[in-house]
């Protein structure tokens, strides 16, 4: 990446490969192994996490062609936990429209962090072909301690942002990213986790379903990543 350009804000790994994460680690992949049907694809398919040096779960970025790609932000649902890369929601995607697109998933990460990010990408990179927005839950916060990245909720005692109404600081995160690329670019907006309807209408997301689950069993699995790609891809040809 050109030195001039912003750091993107990242809590992962730098230049690493990683057989296991903390939510799809081998302890709870043996015990789901007993839950699971012989046919289960993940019993023998092994996923790697290979992260870049930038801590994302994606090639160099001096490799990327970001004025021809998509770049697709949000917690550990865009990261892809629990599945093999080419099962991710982005790599899916970037298979049926044909078009590179790039993995800005942090595992772990709140609406906050994704537009901090997606401001970096508007301030410091050459503008892309459009953006997808994953939304992470609207009860997530990002903080700074001892110089690391940590993601808070409402139920972390003893802090006081405890009392904060998260869930309106999160929709004005929402509002503000779509607002900066409003007129410039495709955007598409998406989550997995629960919001009420009043919130997907005002903030014109899309629910996607958990039809499956992935690996750990925790995340969305293959087959919802899938659903959730060919919505973005139907809406990207719309607005490409």
Not at 68 to 74: I, Q
Not at 136 to 146: F, G, K, Q, T, V
Request: hydrophobic share 35%.
């Amino acid at each position: 990446v050109n030195n001039l350009m912003k750091q993107f804000i990242s809590n992962r790994p730098k230049n690493e490969i990683r057989w296991w994460r903390p939510a799809d680690n081998e302890k709870s992949f043996k015990r789901n192994l007993k839950k699971i049907s012989n046919d289960w694809i993940y019993r023998n398919k092994e996923i790697t996490y290979s992260y870049n040096e930038q801590g994302f779960r994606e090639k160099s970025f001096d490799e990327i062609n970001w004025k021809e790609s998509v770049v697709v932000f949000g917690c550990s649902t865009v990261e892809g936990v629990g599945l093999a890369l080419e099962d991710t929601l982005v790599k899916q995607l970037e298979k049926i429209i044909e078009r590179p697109v790039v993995n800005l998933g942090i595992g772990g990460s709140g609406v906050d962090l994704a537009c901090w990010n997606s401001s970096i990408l508007h301030e410091s990179y050459p503008t892309p072909k459009a953006i997808v927005q994953v939304w992470s839950s609207l009860y997530r916060y990002a903080d700074y301690e001892d110089e690391q990245l940590l993601t808070h909720t409402p139920e972390d005692a003893g802090r006081s942002y405890i009392r904060l109404n998260w869930e309106f600081r999160s929709k004005k995160y929402i509002e503000t990213d779509r607002m900066l690329w409003k007129d410039k670019i495709a955007y598409v907006a998406g989550t997995y986790f629960d919001m009420s309807k009043d919130n997907l209408s005002q903030l014109n997301i899309k629910q996607f379903l958990w039809m499956d689950r992935a690996r750990d069993l925790v995340h969305p699995g293959i087959k919802s990543n899938l659903v959730a790609a060919e919505y973005c891809a139907e809406q990207l040809k719309l607005l490409i």
